[in-house]
């Protein structure tokens, strides 16, 4: 995970324009904020990224904890939500060290395809010792191994023809062809999981978990699962 950690760090080109940004973590913000069940709730968001749209995750629950591994996203991410009193910023490692059962609500959204095996069982562990006895974990945007890079472009330029950034999509598309995630993509790949396989990762860490009818964010060929402990 640490090539991507360092990729993300940096000045990335991910995003085909603003607006494309803007509505990513709109988007994804409005689907969390789904999966909330009280306004007392305790969240976690997991590797959370720029979070750009957490204030309005942090309106519908009691506390919000960001947690980012990259540590420039990480200080940007201190800097935008310090007026927020609601929102705390971690480190991954800081996580290790919170109370045990403290959190209503854990989100991993498009992560688990940049970690191997090994370092996203390690994750669910340090999420299974957080989560109340009740709480759930969301594991969203898992990359199927029978669907290839075709989708993940049509579902973009479906979602920029409908929000009005398509020339920037297809510029965009050109740009990350020629981009180091393109070199890193292909260096050092991207996990995929089927959904039995991530049905019995979740299950061998200790979770029962169902996929979900629809996955985080905008594209429809991912899939997103919803966790509890296993009793």
């Not at 940004?21 to 306004?39: E, V």
């Not at 200790?206 to 060929?221: K, L």
Request: glycine residues 6%; contains cysteine; charged residues 25%.
């Amino acid at each position: 995970m640490d090539d991507w950690i360092d990729y993300y760090d940096s000045t990335h080109t991910i995003y085909a324009s603003r607006l494309h940004r803007d509505l990513h973590f709109q988007i994804i913000a409005r689907d969390i904020i789904g999966y909330i069940s009280s306004p007392d709730a305790v969240v976690l968001d997991y590797a959370c990224g720029e979070a750009l749209s957490a204030a309005k995750v942090a309106d519908a629950c009691g506390k919000l904890y960001l947690a980012e591994p990259a540590p420039g996203v990480r200080g940007r991410l201190i800097a935008r939500f310090a007026p927020i009193t609601k929102i705390r910023v971690r480190s991954l490692d800081d996580l290790r060290n919170m109370e045990e059962k403290s959190i209503d609500l854990a989100v991993m959204n498009s992560v688990a395809q940049y970690m191997t095996p090994a370092e996203l069982d390690q994750a669910f562990a340090v999420i299974k010792r957080l989560l109340k006895p009740g709480g759930r974990l969301v594991v969203g945007d898992i990359l199927r191994p029978e669907v290839g890079m075709i989708r993940d472009v049509t579902a973009l330029l479906r979602f920029a023809l409908t929000h009005g950034f398509l020339k920037d999509a297809l510029i965009g598309l050109v740009s990350t062809a020629l981009s180091d995630y393109r070199q890193l993509r292909a260096k050092v790949g991207l996990q995929r999981y089927s959904e039995a396989e991530m049905v019995a990762k979740l299950a061998a860490s200790g979770f029962t978990a169902s996929r979900a009818h629809v996955n985080i964010g905008h594209n429809p060929w991912r899939m997103t699962f919803v966790a509890r402990h296993a009793f």
